[in-house]
């Protein structure tokens, strides 16, 4: 089982609301509501399989535009340590 981790997020009254809602409707906590909601988006379920597998494997795969993206950052990063 996975462990639980608290967390504090910033939402619109709107959200709150509809978050309040059904919770009340499902007779269930705000945080099990949203971690249902979570569990069920197929984003974050893709997500969630990648970290399983890279956990496995030792291997994580990036796409190539992300790898390309963090390849410039640290590029940068190395610029303005080194002085470059």
């Known amino acids: 089982m996975v ?3 608290k967390i504090s997020i910033s ?6 609301r509809a978050i309040d809602i059904l919770a009340n409707v499902e007779g ?5 509501l949203i971690e249902s909601i979570l569990n ?3 984003n974050v379920k893709r997500v969630i399989d ?5 956990s496995v494997s030792g291997v994580y795969a990036v796409s ?3 790898a390309k993206a963090n390849q410039k ?3 940068k990063s190395f610029q ?5």
Request: charge should be positive; glycine fraction near 4%.
């Open 3 to 5: 462990r639980t981790k």
């Open 11 to 16: 939402i619109n009254e709107e959200l709150e």
């Open 28 to 32: 269930i906590s705000r945080s099990r």
């Open 40 to 42: 069920n988006d197929p």
């Open 50 to 54: 990648a970290v399983r597998a890279e």
């Open 64 to 66: 190539s535009k992300k």
């Open 73 to 75: 950052i640290e590029q």
């Open 80 to 84: 303005t340590r080194s002085g470059a």
